[in-house]
Nanobody, 126 residues
């Protein structure tokens, strides 16, 4: 079992930055895949970025490449998403998720992630 607690998010103007964090607790000694997803009303949840905690595999959605950076601190068991140059279309509820190592692929499949955070709202105004 893995518990995920998100923090960060909020409102920012276009071009601004925000940082999301996700603290993992419980069975974190194994290596696994962690990811950020986002969802807007009326749309399916989509993968934003994913990382394998045991190696160098990192993936990004094309729309955030060069603007967002995903990282995982193994000592602190914390996943972060640094979001720079935010755009209004980045407005969404962002979720962190944890899954087994086979979840490390792109695009990430929700079905491969057993554990989810509660979600945090990111709002970017123009």
């Amino acid at each position: 079992q893995v518990q995920l607690q998100e923090s960060g998010g909020g409102s920012v103007q276009s071009g601004g930055s925000l940082k999301l964090s996700c603290a993992a607790s419980g069975d974190t000694y194994s290596k696994f895949c962690m990811a950020w997803f986002r969802q807007t009303p009326g749309k399916e949840r989509e993968g934003v970025a994913a990382i394998y905690t045991g190696g160098a595999s990192i993936y990004y959605h094309d729309s955030v490449k060069g603007r967002f950076t995903i990282s995982y601190d193994n000592a602190q068991n914390t996943l972060t998403l640094q979001m720079n140059t935010l755009l209004p279309e980045d407005t969404a509820i962002y979720y962190c998720a944890a899954g087994a190592d086979y979840a490390v692929r792109w695009p990430p499949s929700e079905a491969n992630f057993a554990y989810w955070g509660q979600g945090t709202q990111v709002t970017v105004s123009s």
